[in-house]
């Protein structure tokens, strides 16, 4: 038991909720349908069980009101002084005497039974001293004077006033074999108080069967009448008619009813016992007949419990997944967020403990992201102000190159270009030195290049050329420091083809970004030699590729790639293209930066 | 599974709703209204009851038949009877032996009462003592009995006594009654209806005579011999009591006058056979005194359970009775003749 709480303790949430939901509702239903069904048929079985035996005692009462209409019947020999008088008289006389009394009572017989007492008679018997009167309703059997007179030619002697002889008792039957009964009574000369004889009638028990039949309700429930040793004097079912009912002796001596208990299919008994004839009238039904419409009720019942217990596990299984299921997301999205990606939303929608825990998951991940971003910024910026520190710089060649300029300027006292190529080169240091911008706007940017370029023209005279084109108002766009010079730098380098002119065209212009809003394109192009396919591929990969990795002979390009992807996103950068012989030309793309707070959320970051 | 297996958990639990409940025995009683207790201690406790019927007199065909009846009730219904009265209708003999059935701590005595006034007093002692007093036959005063069983209606006897002289006499002439004793109440009542019937009816008839003799056959014989020679005109006489008939059969026989007087009265069958059939008396009227013995014996008995007669009672072996003021009717009279008295013997 312990082991398998243990094991229960370590299912799914949801398998233990959907338990735990199915146990609380099915549990308690069935318990109270349980009690309230079986309280119901007891309540039934006790109603029922109280009601008949009433019923009974009623019908009884109404057997024995008839049952006293017909102990009178033989009384109606005392009202003849005719008949008394020849009952008074004995065997020892003529045949033709005799025969004239037996037609005198057997008419009176006639007359006042047959003819005019109860439905019910069959026949009427008198033995009187070896004589035997009779009238019957219908033709009869195996009755004659030596079946009752005893065979000593004695009259009976009734010990007690009547007697009911049953069917059993006696071998006469009539015509049909009607169930009947034989009230035989001892017949008394009442002035004498000598034996005048017995007088038998046999009545029909259809005053039984009409209460009982009554009762029977459709054949549902069986109805006997018994005697004292149970013998069955008539019963619903016709065929049990005379024989004994063996369980009499144990039923309980009450006029009540009691449910058997030992069989198969119980039954429900109800006895109530008559003191006029010491019968007894007994009801029995099957308990389930009483049942039927409870069993109704109980299938119904089942029905409904069965639907509802389907739409409870139906419903426990859907709050149990509801409040799984999120669980079971959050679990994901924590794997997710495990392996790196911070991109998530747990996104469940509601205000329930469910829907806090995914708002504060959320909210942990906005956390870390930004925590996360924080540090990589901080990161960026270091490198970036690295890089800037690199690229701020004057190359020292160039310097070199441009002093050994302004020598052989002064030794041919070119007078004009010696002060021309210092005021340029004063200009160009000065920029660098005023480094604490980070962004400039874009004509200074484009000064500087153009103060370059103009010092290499004079250095190398008609074999080098520039132009510059402005197509924005470039004082009032912004651009980071330092991203033209190298990129220039490199055009010169490259691109100066002993035997030609090179030339090198800047390009300033607002074009169409790929997120729809408008960008500014900064174009160096050359005239030179331009890139073979395999450097430029290398070079795509390059700028793809960490900037801070390695420094090689690309440094310029990757230096401004990276400090523009840096700063603007990996949208922004260089785009190179070249083909060799056909010159080469570099686009710088940038966001749109203006002045003041026009750019958007680029905003202008300060060093 | 975990689902499945609760389902038919709870499945089966309802279910079992249907299952008997099980009970020890064969047999759970849900509802009793009573226990059936089969009579029998009846006889027993009837055992212990003694019944004593005292009769006017003993050793008269009427007492005895009375008697009879009387014994075969207490056989029938299994009780103790004394039957003893006095040698000669007399009051204070009858006294005499209420005291000692008294002492003899009897449950009930039923008296046929010689004197209403005289007897009053002993009954209500019995009755102070517990016994149940019944007077039969002939009352006493309505105090010092609980009910009274009488044959017939005195008012019918009476009149049906007159009625049957009536037609022996063509309704006209003089007649005599001989009676019993004069303080017999029943005797007395019978007497009143039979005078008020002439008037009403029979305004040619005179009665000029009413002898009584005490229930005494000889004291009958000799007033009715008297009566013959006095009122040579008389032309019937109707015998009140059951002496009464017999004796004034023999004198008219003796004296030849078969046919000339009628003789009609209350008697027993037995001794008026011959004097009916050879023509010294028409018509008796009596009821059965075996009858009036059962009965007596039946009722007391019924008084002694605690059951008072009432009207239209069907008694066993007697048929029904009438009951008012006290008084238990048994029956109508019956007449004999030449002609049925064979049938009857007492």
Known sequence: MISKLTKFKNYRLRTKLIVTYVLLTVIPISLLGYIAYSQYTNSIEEQVGEYIPK?????????????????KFPDLIYSSDEVVGILRKDAHQSRSSLLQDEFTVNNYLSRTFINGGSQDILGVFVISKNRLFQSTKIPYTNFGLMDYSQSYGQDIQLKTDDVFVLPHQTSLRFEGNPPFVLIMKQLTDLENRTDLGTVLVAVNVTFLEDVINDMSEEGKADLWMMNKEGRIIYHTNSS??????????????????????????????????????????????????????????????????????????????????????PLNRLTKVMKRVEKGDFDVDLAIGTTDEVGMLANNFNSMITEIKDLIRENYQTELKQKEAELYALQSQINPHFMYNTLETIAMSVEDDEKDTVIEMVTLLGRMLRFSIGNKEAMVPIA??????????????????????????????????????????????????????YGRITSIEIDVCLVPGSGGAEEIALKVKDNGSGIKEETLADIHQILASDPMAKRNSHFGLINVHARIAMNFGSGFGLNITSGADQGTEVEIRIPVLKNGNEGGHYGLKKN | MKLFFSLVCTLSLVSACAMPVADHGNYDVIYSIDEVVQEKADAKQAQQITIAVVPKVVNIPY??????????AAEDLGVNLLYEGPAFADAGQQILIIEELIEEEVDAIAVSANDPEELAPILLKAKEKGIHVITWDSDTVPEARDFFINMVDPETLGRHLMDTLAWNTDEKGEFAILTGALSAANLNEWLHWIKVHQKEYYPDMTLVEVSANDDDSQRAYASAKKLLEKYPDLKGIIGNSSVGPPAAAQAVKELGKEGEVAVVGLSSPNPMNEYLKDGSAQIITLWSPKKLGYLTVALTNNALKGIEPFDWQEIAKVGKIRMFNNTVIMGDPMDFTKENVDQYDF
């Open chain 1, 240 to 325: 049990e008619i005379r024989t004994i009912d063996r369980e009499f002796d144990e039923y309980p001596k009450i006029n009540g009813s009691f449910r058997t208990t030992q069989e198969n299919a119980n039954r429900l008994i109800s006895i109530n016992y008559m003191d006029e004839t010491g019968w007894t009238l007994a009801h029995s039904i099957l308990a389930k007949n009483l049942t039927e419409q409870t069993d109704l009720v109980r299938n119904a019942s089942i029905a409904i419990f069965i639907v509802f217990v389907f739409i409870s596990t139906i419903i426990s299984i859907l709050l149990a997944w509801n409040v799984s299921s």
């Open chain 1, 444 to 497: 200074d940017e484009l000064l500087h290049v153009k103060d370059y370029l103009t010092i290499q023209k004079i250095r190398f005279e008609e074999k080098f050329d520039f132009s510059i084109q402005e197509e924005i108002e470039s004082q009032n766009y912004y651009t980071p420091k330092f991203i033209l010079q190298p990129i220039v730098e490199n055009a010169v380098k490259h691109g100066l083809v």
């Open chain 2, 63 to 72: 007492f005895n038949a009375a008697e009879e009846g009387a014994l075969e």
């Open chain 1, 55 to 71: 019923l009974l005692e009623q019908a009884n009462e109404n057997i024995a009101n008839q049952i006293r209409e017909l102990r």
